[in-house]
């Protein structure tokens, strides 16, 4: 299983980034993802890279290590621009490149209409969203365009396995291998040492007054927890590094031990 690590775009300084992604790098992260906001939720005010052009400069500044967009809304960029877009960040990192797709939800709204565009019913988004990636997939075999990968997100271990099985039951009545869809979790991931660190985190974080339905456990936990979400074919964990600036090392060096 690969092991990726979200990074926050939400800043006007793009060395932020690139050095969180240099030190994800040093600590065996597989990739590093960025979400993709024309401002953060609810914050029109405050600043957002683009995930594309940030994420090509991560990639030629780190060789080897890969990239992903952690979603893109359909709708949200021309299908051609989109493409144009993705087929450059795969080229930069050696084919390295993931783009999620999705639909949106209440926050995509006002970044929608700061843009002048539509936010159409949910059954249209949805719809969009498959125009959108048969018209990527035609696009990069070289096909014109006439006109996946599922991610239960936040989910914990329980509620993940078995989405995990829903979805390969549904490809298998679809006619597909569940090899071919497999399933990918991500969430933001608090993890002590051990108890005693964990409780302390837990603490300061609830003192801030952030959210706490999150994924909390020790280093122990996370093993356990990878190991499960390993074993239903998972083929990414991608993790927000909440708590201390070393987390995102602990999670690698607990990973892949």
């Given at each position: 299983m690969k092991l990726g690590l979200v990074l926050s775009v939400f800043t006007a300084d793009p060395a932020k980034p690139m050095a969180s992604a240099g030190r994800a790098a040093a600590a065996g992260y597989d990739?590093?993802?960025a979400s993709d906001h024309l401002f953060p939720p609810g914050a029109p005010?405050?600043?957002?890279?683009?995930p594309y052009t940030l994420l090509a400069a991560i990639g030629a500044a780190n060789p080897g290590l890969g990239v992903g967009v952690l979603v893109t809304r359909a709708g949200f960029r021309p299908v051609?621009?989109?493409?144009?877009?993705?087929?450059?960040?795969?080229?930069?990192?050696?084919?390295?490149?993931?783009v999620g797709l999705g639909v949106g939800d209440a926050n995509g709204r006002a970044e929608h209409a700061a843009l002048?565009?539509?936010?159409?019913?949910?059954?249209?988004?949805?719809?969009?969203?498959?125009?959108?990636?048969?018209?990527?997939?035609?696009?990069?075999?070289?096909?014109?365009?006439?006109?996946?990968?599922?991610?239960?997100?936040?989910?914990?271990?329980?509620?993940?396995?078995?989405?995990?099985?829903?979805?390969?039951?549904?490809?298998?009545?679809a006619g597909r291998d569940p090899a071919e869809v497999p399933p990918t979790w991500a969430g933001i991931m608090l993890v002590g040492?051990?108890?005693?660190?964990?409780?302390?985190?837990?603490?300061?974080?609830?003192g801030k007054g952030l959210a706490m339905d999150i994924w909390?456990?020790?280093?122990?936990?996370?093993?356990?927890?990878?190991d499960r979400v390993e074993?239903?074919?998972a083929t990414w964990l991608i993790a927000v590094a909440?708590?201390?600036?070393?987390?995102?090392?602990?999670l690698a060096a607990t990973l892949r031990t």
């Open positions: 990739a590093v993802f005010d405050r600043p957002s890279l683009e051609g621009m989109l493409a144009k877009q993705a087929a450059a960040l795969d080229q930069v990192t050696g084919g390295r490149a993931v002048g565009l539509g936010y159409p019913p949910f059954p249209e988004r949805l719809a969009l969203l498959e125009e959108t990636v048969l018209a990527l997939r035609a696009l990069f075999a070289g096909r014109p365009w006439q006109g996946g990968r599922w991610v239960p997100a936040l989910a914990g271990a329980d509620t993940f396995v078995a989405r995990a099985g829903e979805l390969a039951g549904l490809a298998t009545g040492r051990d108890p005693n660190e964990l409780a302390a985190l837990e603490a300061e974080r609830a909390r456990g020790t280093a122990d936990d996370l093993r356990r927890f990878g074993g239903v074919g909440a708590g201390p600036a070393d987390r995102s090392e602990l």
